[in-house]
């Protein structure tokens, strides 16, 4: 994310190639790597991932939907609406909103409010040009100085039951659910019927607890210094229970894999690690 996101230090089809060699059939993006500032460039890095035989999916932007400010939620909404604009140029037919940063002082009611209603007004661009929104029960923008306001379950399923349109969605991380100290399987059976995409990862802490977590995430950019991804498969993730439950209200969309900071290799297994489950519960997709 520094590299491609802060100093500049890898370009963007450095990181199509590399991703080229994996066992993958799309390529998510992230509305703030550097070179996506050029709107000129867009048609060719599309071009550059299918002439890789891939996709891009999905499009992860960060919006900051439940700061008190007016003035500063309605520019989050252009952006939004700008980057909307930028998943369909990529041919991307997702685009994940957030909430927003859980900053001091913020009640939950009125977080909510104000996350539901921003969302909400972004959809009707979205669904102009066939893109469809998905909440992520999400942890922390890499670049946040606050974790996210629905990180918790009952927060997140508040705000999802308050938007109801058909360019909606859940994009389902159940290792975040852990990091929020509650039960994946028990958020999923809350909004299974609204998943349309997920994050496969296995986080995991290197040192100390959950307890140690809390004290150290709000008031710092990013993610604290003890947090890691993992190896998808061998974290605490019980992921033939979670395939079951999205196989059984008939879920068929992406499935993006959080995985790689030890390198190619660690990616490479959690690839075959999730085809393998794939093949097991959706045999019909290749």
């Known amino acids: 994310m520094q590299a491609l996101c802060r100093s500049g230090s890898m370009k963007l089809t450095e990181w199509i190639s590399m991703a080229s060699t994996l066992d993958v059939s799309g390529l998510e993006w992230y509305a703030g790597f550097l070179e996506m ?26 919006p900051d939907f439940t700061h008190p400010d007016e003035g500063f939620r309605l520019r ?70 606050y974790p996210e306001f629905a990180q918790q379950m009952g927060v997140f399923c508040q705000l999802v ?61 990013g993610y604290a210094k003890r947090l890691r991804h993992g190896e998808v498969g061998k974290g605490l993730n019980d992921y033939d229970a979670i395939f079951s439950k999205l196989q059984a209200v008939g879920f068929n969309g992406w499935i993006s894999i959080e995985d790689g900071v030890e390198g190619m290799e660690q990616l490479k297994r959690s690839v075959a690690f999730l085809r393998k489950k794939i093949a097991k519960y959706w045999p019909d997709i290749t």
């Open 161 to 221: 039951d308050r938007i109801d349109h058909p360019n909606f969605g859940v994009n389902f991380d159940p290792s975040n659910t852990f990091l929020a100290g509650e039960d994946p399987l028990e958020l999923l059976d809350r909004v299974a019927h609204r998943v349309v995409s997920m994050h496969a990862s296995d986080r995991y802490l290197i040192s100390g607890t959950l307890e140690d977590l809390r004290k150290e995430e709000a008031g710092a950019p």
């Open 37 to 62: 500032e050029d709107e000129s460039q867009w048609p060719v890095l599309r071009q550059a991932v299918e002439e890789k035989g891939l996709v891009i999916p999905m499009l992860c932007c960060s």
């Open 76 to 145: 989050q909404m252009e952006k939004q609406r700008y980057w909307i604009t930028m998943a369909h140029a990529l041919g991307a037919s997702y685009c994940r909103v957030l909430s927003g940063q859980r900053r001091p002082g913020m009640e939950v009611a009125r977080g909510i409010d104000l996350a539901a209603t921003c969302i909400t007004d972004c959809l009707p661009h979205a669904r102009d040009l066939g893109v469809t929104l998905v909440l992520e029960n999400h942890y922390k923008d890499d670049f946040w100085e």
